[in-house]
């Protein structure tokens, strides 16, 4: 049973447009929701997280935005470049003994110039 | 500092055979952590250690076993390989736990069991 569910499954953005990948989640125990970045033939790489008990957060181009109501977050990359051009997962965390984190299925983006 | 370094990069195994992934991390972290992750999936959860000598089930620990005789190093074993268990597994390790600390990954270890 999937507990993090992302969409879409891949996307296509113009240079300097904005990047949008949602994610939800069932489990209301979850308490901590990271974003990774991961480029082909590399491991992933931590790039933004935020807790539920804030709305939405900023680190330079990159913006998740928490809807606790509605159980879902969602990344935004504003003026997406080429560079950008990865497989992005969210996560959530859960205490299961140990801090565990369940991954969504990933989005593959394409920025093209 | 070489961060989480993972051997070997590729293998291939037969179905029934053995192998011993290493993970080592240079950055005396507490936290290690081994992942799978499959065409089109996120990554599953295998094994975790908080500590040497302790460790811990995942998500999807079946057909493996794991070792952290040293803190530096964690150990996935597979005792008789199956085509199942065909992926890439990453190794992860983090000084405080995931919440308080950030996550680095090793570059993986693509596995393919005939």
């Known amino acids: 049973q999937q507990q993090v569910k992302q969409s879409p499954q891949s996307l296509i953005v113009q240079k300097g447009g904005i990047s949008i990948i949602n994610c939800a989640y069932e489990?209301?125990?979850?308490?901590?929701f990271p974003w990774y970045q991961q480029f082909p033939g590399k491991g992933p790489a931590l790039l933004i997280a935020?807790?539920?008990?804030?709305s939405e957060k900023k680190e330079g181009r990159f913006t998740i935005s928490f809807n606790k109501s509605a159980k879902q977050f969602s990344l935004h990359i504003m003026d997406s470049q080429p560079g950008d051009s990865a497989t992005y997962f969210c996560a959530a965390n859960r205490w299961a003994g140990s801090y565990q984190l369940t991954f969504g299925k990933g989005t593959k983006l394409s920025v093209i110039p | 500092n070489a961060g989480v370094t993972q051997t070997p990069k590729f293998r291939v195994l037969k179905t029934g055979q053995s192998m011993t992934l290493l993970c080592a991390q240079d950055m005396n972290h507490e936290y290690m952590y081994w992942y799978r992750q499959d065409p089109g999936m996120g990554l599953r959860l295998i094994h975790y250690?908080?500590?040497?000598?302790?460790?811990a089930k995942g998500e999807v620990p079946d057909g493996y076993n794991v070792s952290r005789l040293k803190k530096q190093n964690f150990l996935l074993g597979l005792e008789s390989a199956a085509p199942s268990q065909t992926s890439v597994y990453f190794c992860?390790?983090?000084?405080?736990?995931?919440?308080?600390?950030?996550?680095?990954f090793g570059p993986g270890t693509r596995l393919l069991v005939l």
């Open positions: 935020i807790r539920p008990d804030v």
């Open positions: 489990n209301t125990a979850f308490d901590y």
């Open positions: 992860a390790s983090s000084y405080l736990d995931i919440v308080q600390g950030t996550q680095y």
């Open positions: 250690s908080v500590g040497e000598g302790t460790t």
